[in-house]
């Protein structure tokens, strides 16, 4: 109930699986900072979280920190997926 209610502060606005980066569409003008770890949400289950390496007006750049982004068999970001201020582990 907590991840299905939890404000979105953004989405996916690309994924790099090659170099693990997600890009959101969310940067310092919604008070994202370097360092800071966002869920990816989709639905009602998380996808893993994203930990915020770089920051720009309107967007951020991620990299995902959680040990799905190695598994195959896993589901991976996509395009359009929620950004939330919630951390399950």
């Known amino acids: 109930l907590k991840v299905k209610n939890a404000p979105s502060i953004g ?9 693990n980066l997600v890009t959101i569409d969310a940067g310092i003008s919604y008070g ?9 949400r989709r639905g009602i289950e998380v996808l893993g ?26 589901l991976k970001p996509q395009v359009g997926d929620d950004i939330i201020s919630f951390e399950p582990f």
């Open 11 to 19: 989405k996916i606005i690309s994924y790099n699986s090659d170099w």
């Open 49 to 74: 979280v994203l930990k915020i390496i770089e920051t720009l007006p309107d967007q951020s750049n991620t990299n995902i920190v959680t040990g799905n982004r190695m598994l195959d068999g896993a």
């Open 32 to 40: 994202v900072v370097v360092g800071q770890r966002y869920s990816v």
